[in-house]
């Protein structure tokens, strides 16, 4: 007589190797922190500022992302009242020690959210390149050319945006996989 299995049951060593050892694991990096960084526009300096704008705290990346996608539709940011002329240019998921889960560039009113690196050697190439923005964006700065620096900030950030935690990457490329509701 041979057994056969039922489609509805799975063993229990497979239940708590794919379910429930990973959500340990996560555990204490929860909650997960989203954010909004942006710009100020003071009207005592010649400079605008960079600003970080807490969203909320959730308990899981889906959630953290709907959160994140909600508050820039909306154009809500809480706090903002308090800082004249912000403007929103990233959206930004940490966990408890600060580790990246996701970011992305805040575009017209939508979040385009970063892929994350693929490998260590891809976030070294990354990190190199943005120093080096950020090198040139010192220099332009040196040289009085305001705009060019704050552009040549911005593709940096945009690169450091691919910079997620190592422990998040397969989360952050399977969320950007799914396909995204209207």
Not at 116 to 123: F, K, L, Y
Not at 171 to 178: H, K, N, Q
């Amino acid at each position: 007589m041979t057994l056969t299995r039922q489609g509805g049951f799975r063993p229990i060593g497979q239940i708590l190797a794919h379910d429930i050892l990973p959500a340990l694991q996560g555990a204490p990096r929860l909650p997960l922190r989203v954010s909004s960084i942006g710009t100020t526009d003071p009207d005592d300096a010649d400079a605008p500022r960079e600003r970080c704008l807490a969203l909320g705290e959730v308990t899981c990346p889906d959630e953290a992302m709907r959160l994140a996608e909600l508050a820039v539709c909306r154009a809500d940011h809480p706090g903002a009242v308090a800082l004249p002329g912000f403007q929103p240019r990233l959206a930004v998921i940490e966990d408890r020690s600060h580790g990246l889960v996701l970011a992305g560039a805040i575009r017209a009113g939508v979040i385009l959210w970063q892929p994350p690196v693929a490998s260590d050697a891809e976030a070294r190439r990354i990190v190199t390149e943005a120093s080096r923005l950020r090198g040139q964006a010192f220099a332009a700065d040196g040289r009085g050319d305001r705009k060019t620096a704050s552009a040549l900030r911005v593709r940096a950030s945009l690169l450091e945006a691919r910079l997620v935690d190592p422990f998040w990457r397969a989360t952050a490329a399977a969320l950007l996989s799914l396909p995204q509701a209207a």
